[in-house]
């Protein structure tokens, strides 16, 4: 192993009625060689260093952490050996970010993940090679924009940074995500596991991966060596963020109580269309009568009357034509 200064994690949880955090300083590891439940110690809080050289909650061979959820999850890094399928539950200690791997080649490899929350363009990946920003701008065709919710840090013993003697470079392991809420990002087929080479985002998933992109549906993809950092991105621009040009818009997003929303998007479609306003459970808040053109549109509706919340706006034409579905708005 590459720290001579690990420690059993037994017999940090065996502590459990002396301290409430469970945590890694840069440099050191805690070793799991069984399986632990994490739920089982909700006191504790699991972290680790975030920089260069970072904590890990180790893995050996067959162990496994378990009982895994938003409230309790790993701050930090994990790092597996071995040649097993496994899961890592990571997140920021309050939401939970899995990464699974499939079965590495051989038993010599060791990969590390850590969720990083935050725009992947500011939010600085401190470990090497590709230590630094990761512009979501940067993108490679199929690609068109990444999301700024975080990204997975992606280590890999090959690099012989997060071990001396581990081997491993990712190529062709499957690799699948559980996603924070993307119905402001994409549709579900234009959802992509990306990965950041250095350069670039590039597509992992190579076609629609997607079981949904609401909170915690799965988003898979096929690795590739040379990448450092996995995030989420999309294939269209068919989205409601401010920031997006073309599509279907909804702007100011959230909206304050005093003003209204604007809705902007081009369509084939010509004549009267219904424009529905549903709450978070599905219950028709508001539907109004809207003209359409072909081309751009742009539809000022009126928010007033609505209470703080989230809500979902559709625009469904007399023929049955969906315009626009689902597409999600904030009322402050």
């Known amino acids: 192993m590459k720290f001579i200064s690990a420690i059993v994690l037994y017999l940090l949880i065996g502590l459990n009625a002396i301290s409430q955090i469970n945590h890694v300083f840069s440099g050191g590891e805690l070793l799991n060689y069984g399986t632990i439940d994490i739920s089982s110690f909700t006191k504790i809080t699991w972290s680790s260093d975030r920089n260069r050289l970072p904590g890990y909650f180790s893995v050996i061979d067959n162990g496994k952490f378990i009982g895994f959820s938003d409230d309790a999850n790993i701050n930090g890094y994990i790092k597996k050996y071995g040649a097993t399928s496994f899961l890592f539950p990571v997140g920021n200690g309050k939401d939970l970010r899995t990464l699974e791997i499939s079965a590495p080649k051989i038993n010599t490899d060791v990969y590390a993940v850590a969720w990083m929350e935050g725009d ?43 071990d001396t003697n581990g081997t491993g470079d990712g190529a062709d392991l499957m690799i699948n995500v559980s996603i924070p809420d993307m119905r402001d990002f994409a549709e579900t087929n234009a959802l992509r596991l990306v990965g950041w080479n250095g350069t670039s985002w590039i597509d992992l998933s190579g076609t629609a991966t997607a079981s949904g992109n609401t909170e915690d549906n799965q988003l898979s993809g096929k690795m590739i060596a040379g990448i450092s950092a996995i995030g989420i991105g999309r294939v269209s621009l068919d989205a409601t963020s401010n920031d997006e040009p073309g599509g279907f818009l909804l702007y100011p997003n959230p909206v304050t109580h005093y003003e ?38 742009t539809i000022l509706v009126d928010v007033k009357i609505l209470s703080s919340g989230s809500y979902y706006l559709s625009i469904i034409g007399v023929n049955g ?9 904030i009322k402050q």
Not at 321 to 329: D, Y
């Open 120 to 162: 992947p363009s500011h939010n600085n990946d401190q470990t090497l090679p590709h230590a630094g920003e990761h512009p979501v701008n940067a993108v490679k065709d199929p690609i068109k924009a990444v999301s700024k919710v975080g990204q997975w840090d992606w280590l890999v013993g090959s690099s012989r940074i997060i």
């Open 260 to 297: 209204n929303i604007h809705l902007r998007f081009n369509s084939n479609y010509t004549g009267q269309a219904d424009l529905i306003v549903f709450d978070a459970t599905g219950r028709t808040i508001m539907r109004n009568k809207v003209e359409c053109k072909s081309g751009v549109n």
């Open 321 to 329: 034509n969906v315009i626009g579905r689902g597409k999600r708005f």
